[in-house]
């Protein structure tokens, strides 16, 4: 899309930013990232932290987005010229880079499961085999290196055409759809027998098994699901018209979100613990519990192929938004630039994510700090990189931005009392960073 290229409505708008947001973190992260962290206390703090971060954060992209009218990095060359804030644009381009670079991995696991269910081999098997026949799978190098590629071709191939429209119109059925399916599978999973342990697992809190490591995933996870901290909203927000209102679409984005992070809990973690499944298990979690949830229903097949659909359409809505971010600061909206340049660096992702495909086969023995390179990197982007990211984007508002400016843009479009925009603002200028830096250096030993 062109820099002068705008949302053909809001509701364009919010369904592209939302679709960025609500990807394989919801759906895929949050489920094994709270299995790993003890399940309900995780999810309260995480919810807390979406509140009282992520929402006012989000809404600080797109302020910045909407008043610099640019793209990532150049939004802040516009808003404070001749300094250095534009770096956070490009970190934001690193981190993006980075994370598309595992997150091409897991889209590639779910072609994976595509083309096996749609083959018919997903059927009638025991948990046991399911685990099995996944886990070969993905060990196997040309499989996994193969389907990763794919993934990238797909959004290499929407990014390089900018045909965002026909994305916009495919998301207005796709995501309800996935909504749909979802209240299905989490009906199942609740009626399994012995799923009230899973619902109290994901809804019970256990501040015992709180570490400051806990603390720090829940802040990451919540900045993940809600893509800030990388700019890619401040991207997307520049595409939206003055005349749409920017807080009622954060909220609107970080409701759908919640509302989904809760769904996939509901659907994973009653089948879990009915299966006698282990709720740690990682970043495979997902893929080992979902064919034995759907082999449970009535015409299980088919629902599984459709949900995989519409779950790959989210990951790659998600991707869209990564690889745009880079695309849209190297091309300036030149349209035979942007196409070189989509190609040029979702093949560099490609080979940069390689070891990451291959830590679940050859290279798994390869670690660092007791992580695998494909942990290492979702580690270092949604742990540090997001973070580091979001804190800037908090210090930047204030600090360079004119608060009557920013109220009147939040104020476009209505929908914002001013009691709630000094709360807003209270919360960007000093929650954001102590809280921020707080977690951080606790999670590091130092305070
Ligand atoms: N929010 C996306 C997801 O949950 C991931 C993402 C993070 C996308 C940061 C863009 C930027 O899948």
Redesign the pocket.
Known sequence: MSQKEQWSSRLGFILAAAG??????????FPYTAGQNGGGAFFLIFILFTLILGLPLLLAEFSIGRTAQNNAVDSYKTIAPKSKWYRVGILGMI??FI?LSF?SVVGGWIIVYLYKAVTGQMYGLSSDEYMGVFGSTIANPFISVGVQLLFLLMTILVVSRGVEKGIEKASKIMMPALFILFTILVIRAITLDGAMEGITFLLQPDFSKVTSQTILEAMGQS????????S??VTYSSYLPKTQSLPRSAISIVSL?ILIVLLAGLAIFPAVFSFGLEPGAGPVLLFNVLPTVFSQLPFGMLFFIAFLVLFLF??LT??F??LE?IVSVISKGDLEKRKKWAWIIGLAIFVVGIPSALSYGVLADITLFEKTIFDLADYT?SNIL?PLGSLLIALFVPLKMKKTALYEELQLGGGLKKGLFETWYFLIRFGAPILILAVMLDALGII
């Not at 960025?20 to 992260?29: D, V």
């Open positions: 960025s947001a609500i990807g394989l973190g919801a759906i895929w992260k981190t993006s994370l997150y900045f993940f699901t809600l893509s800030v901290g990388v890619v909203m979100n989210a990951a998600s991707a938004s990564m971010i982007v997001l």
